[in-house]
């Protein structure tokens, strides 16, 4: 698609910097001159406006990357991967569907690095379920919500807890939680570039970014948008039940839920599990929908 066209590159030896330097020589692009290059590459084949589009949005290829940075894998190798992803979204683009580029490429992104994690890790370690592999890329963030910084093992309501939200057993919690903490000790430091501060110091423009900031807040309504429609499909118990453990700052125990319904907390639970499994279901199915 680029092929006439070189874009920058980290070498296995090269600079950080240099390459981000690089990335914000490219300008960011008004929300109509994206349309035309957009048509020009989906209706002539125009590689010379795939080629804006895909450096246009390197920036937000770096910044989607560092956040994967504490899995102990070279950043350079994941902003790679999340180019190849990056360039994925620019070929199927539709800008006639009214969404910027930036909010449809974050899930071409995001998914690309991902896979290289996964692909990198031992699979046998990780585990290869859908939920262990949320509970790979969720648990730092869910953490972080439930301020569980304890050095070393987690105390044992905090493992319950995450176990109940991620909806995975204890153990895999606590021997995530070991691989994961054990990558962070060691390759979560961070980034120098010469010696002139850390890489957010070049990777942000001097003002804020708002294509970035726009996006985020596309992809914010997306996915309300999506959890909206979902919840129709779940009756009231399981609506009133799934909202008060999983969508509330300060979840409802299964105890007052139990109490409030006259049934066991075992049975909460099972329907909290069962609720969460449809919507997610029902969520991951509208989002494959909108993206075709």
Avoid: C
């Avoid at 997306?222 to 118990?237: D, F, P, Q, W, Y």
């Avoid at 099972?270 to 929908?289: W, Y």
């Amino acid at each position: 698609m680029t092929d006439k066209k070189i874009l920058p590159v980290i070498s296995p030896d090269g600079s950080l910097s240099r390459y981000l330097q690089d990335i914000r020589k490219f300008p960011m692009l008004e929300k109509q001159e994206e349309y035309m290059l957009g048509k020009a590459w989906q209706e002539h084949g125009d590689t010379g406006a795939a080629h804006q589009l895909v450096t246009s949005h390197l920036r937000l290829v770096a910044k989607i990357a560092m956040g994967y940075r504490g899995y102990g894998l070279p950043v350079g190798e994941l902003i790679s991967e999340g180019n190849v992803g990056l360039m994925k979204a620019v070929k199927k683009f539709d800008p006639e569907r009214g969404f910027r580029l930036s909010t449809y490429a974050m899930w071409w992104i995001k998914a690309s690095i991902q896979e290289f994690i996964l692909r990198s890790w031992s699979l046998v370690k990780i585990g290869t379920t859908a939920a262990q592999k949320k509970l790979f890329f969720n648990l730092r963030r869910v953490k972080g919500q439930i301020k569980a910084i304890e050095e070393g093992d987690m105390s044992p309501e905090h493992v319950e807890e995450i176990s109940t939200r991620l909806n995975v057993s204890e153990t895999e919690v606590v021997n995530m939680n070991r691989r994961l903490t054990g990558a962070d000790r060691s390759l979560n430091a961070p980034i120098k570039m010469d010696g002139e501060g850390e890489w957010m110091d070049w990777l942000e423009d001097e003002q804020p970014n708002q294509e970035i900031v726009h996006a985020e807040k596309e992809e914010l309504g997306i996915r309300r948008s999506l959890m909206v429609e979902a919840m129709k499909g779940l009756n009231e118990r399981e609506q009133h039940i799934i909202t008060e453990r999983r969508l509330q700052e300060k979840p409802t125990t299964l105890e007052e839920l139990s109490i409030q319904y006259n049934i066991s907390r075992e049975r909460v639970r099972q329907i909290e599990v069962r609720a969460f499994e449809k919507l997610q279901k029902a969520m991951i199915n509208a989002s494959k929908e909108s993206a075709n």
